[in-house]
């Protein structure tokens, strides 16, 4: 985003430099082109505000805003590699979500208690991958499970289901299921969702899996199978890195 600085600098050059000098055509396109850009700004209900969520075609980080959107990220970045503040219990977990950032492959499990820098973690992994000009997504298994009821839901008869689920299953690039266990769905859902992960791990797609739940708990809560896929440390697909650590939110493990 251009400062504040950079605008006044740039008007300055554009102006005459002698009394009675006048602007040249382009500095003079220039400059009006500058204060309809600041008009607008002033005027759109979007780019007047601070929301991050606030899309307009005339806002200057307008398409970063919509590929952070659709990787299921806030903009701006702030859960990056650099804001992680590393403590005793976190030095593998940065080190592996590092890695699968710079080189998706296999699967990564982060467990740990609520407020061990799970998330951040993983979303500094997709954030990673798209200031690298790829793509990746984070999502919760909640919202997951939503996005897929709501296209089950859909009564339009040119809507295949089958088709955008299926496409869930195969997306080649990096994708993070974030708190894995705390989703409370239907036996329908449960299904979906296992077959999402199932397939993921049978392809070895790239997959980041956050959850607060160990093996035996997280069965309970999401299912067997997936917890099987989840927790595998014997074939060598899964790293399963347990962040032990206090919450950074209240210092309390």
């Not at 503040?85 to 467990?111: C, F």
């Not at 299912?223 to 209240?250: E, L």
């Amino acid at each position: 985003m251009t400062s504040l600085g950079e605008i006044l600098r740039g008007m300055t050059e554009r102006l005459p430099s002698a009394p009675g000098q006048k602007l040249s055509d382009e500095n003079l396109q220039a400059l009006l082109a500058h204060e309809e850009k600041q008009r607008h700004r002033r005027k759109c209900p979007l780019c007047s505000g601070n929301d991050p969520r606030a899309l307009c075609t005339n806002d200057p980080e307008y398409r970063q805003k919509i590929k952070y959107r659709a990787a299921g990220v806030p903009f701006p970045a702030r859960m990056t590699f650099d804001a992680f503040k590393i403590v005793r219990g976190t030095e593998k977990a940065i080190v592996e979500a590092k890695l699968m950032a710079d080189s998706p492959q296999s699967w990564l499990t982060l467990l740990g208690m609520y407020g061990t820098g799970k998330s951040h973690l993983a979303m500094a992994a997709v954030y990673t991958r798209l200031q690298a000009g790829h793509f990746a997504w984070f999502i919760t298994s909640g919202k997951l499970l939503d996005r897929w009821r709501s296209w089950f839901d859909r009564k339009d008869e040119q809507f295949d289901f089958s088709e955008r689920f299926e496409r869930d299953c195969n997306a080649p690039y990096l994708v993070v299921v974030d708190d894995l266990g705390s989703e409370r769905g239907t036996e329908w859902a449960t299904e979906r969702l296992t077959m999402f992960l199932d397939h993921r791990y049978g392809r070895n797609l790239p997959t980041v899996i956050t959850t607060n739940y160990p093996k035996e708990v997280l069965a309970e809560r999401s299912g067997g199978r997936i917890a099987d896929r989840v927790f595998d440390r014997r074939t060598g697909m899964v790293k399963v890195v347990y962040m032990d650590c206090s919450s950074y939110r209240t210092g309390k493990g």
